[in-house]
């Protein structure tokens, strides 16, 4: 049983990512609970192992295999029977005859930002005291990358899916808009219009890969770099930033 779970923001790829206060709750912890997710992803298990050795923990490692999501269900529905199964694992996982003291998690990015790991959380029963520990987000290691504000001067700034850009197109409002989850390449439906894009993918990491210019020039190179480094590593993460006011 979990009785205190923390949630440990490890960044977008470099050690250096995590946060002093987290590398102390990853040494403080009694068990780190490690996700597997599956053949040719096995680059984002070890730069969590090198986390937990720079961070000098004795903790018990636990592995559990990520479910994968079943397709044949709608989107929504698809997601929540995805996070019950995971929540489920995690209780197993931590059932096998684990030390007692807080169970961690190192989570990719920020567990605030476009990350289901709180939600997951909430599923669990009996609900832990849950501690959330904040890490680099991947929109922070992307404007870093590149050196450039993430918003204009007194102007808002937007955060989607690529689904939702696909789906429902710009939002209105706003001059940028910064996109996650797109598996789909969204940006190409704008290649008409005068507009920039700053893309990066492996953030943070030794693969990291840049690329920026306005999407009329750039949506088909990028398109291309993606596949290509997807079927290198077999997996990819990546986000951009769009501005209409370049």
Not at 127 to 144: H, Y
Request: net charge negative.
């Amino acid at each position: 049983m979990i009785d205190t779970l923390w949630l440990i923001g490890i960044g977008t790829g470099s050690p250096a990512h995590v946060t002093g206060e987290g590398m102390a709750a990853i040494r403080d912890a009694s068990v780190i609970l490690m996700p597997h997710k599956g053949q040719g992803k096995d680059d984002l298990a070890e730069l969590r192992h090198r986390i937990i050795k720079a961070s000098g923990s004795e903790a018990e490692i636990v592995p559990f295999d990520y479910p994968l999501r079943d397709e044949n269900l709608p989107y929504l529905e698809r997601v929540e029977s995805w996070h019950d199964e995971i929540a489920k694992r995690w209780h197993a996982a931590s059932d096998k005859n684990t030390p007692p003291g807080p169970v961690a998690l190192l989570v990719w990015g920020d567990p605030s930002l476009y990350d289901s790991t709180l939600r997951i959380a909430q599923r669990l029963v009996p609900k832990p005291e849950i501690r959330v520990f904040p890490g680099v987000t991947s929109i922070q290691a992307l404007t870093a990358a590149h050196a450039i504000p993430l918003n204009d001067i007194n102007g808002p700034i937007h955060i989607t899916t690529g689904r939702r850009l696909r789906d429902e197109g710009w939002p209105e409002g706003v001059e940028r808009v910064v996109v996650m989850l797109d598996g789909e390449a969204g940006f190409q439906q704008f290649q008409s219009e005068d507009m920039m894009i700053w893309w990066g993918a492996y953030l943070g990491m030794q693969e990291q890969i840049l690329d920026r210019g306005h999407i009329s020039e750039a949506a088909e190179r990028i398109v291309a770099t993606r596949k290509e480094a997807r079927a290198r590593h077999g997996w990819i993460m990546d986000t951009y930033l769009l501005s209409r006011n370049a």
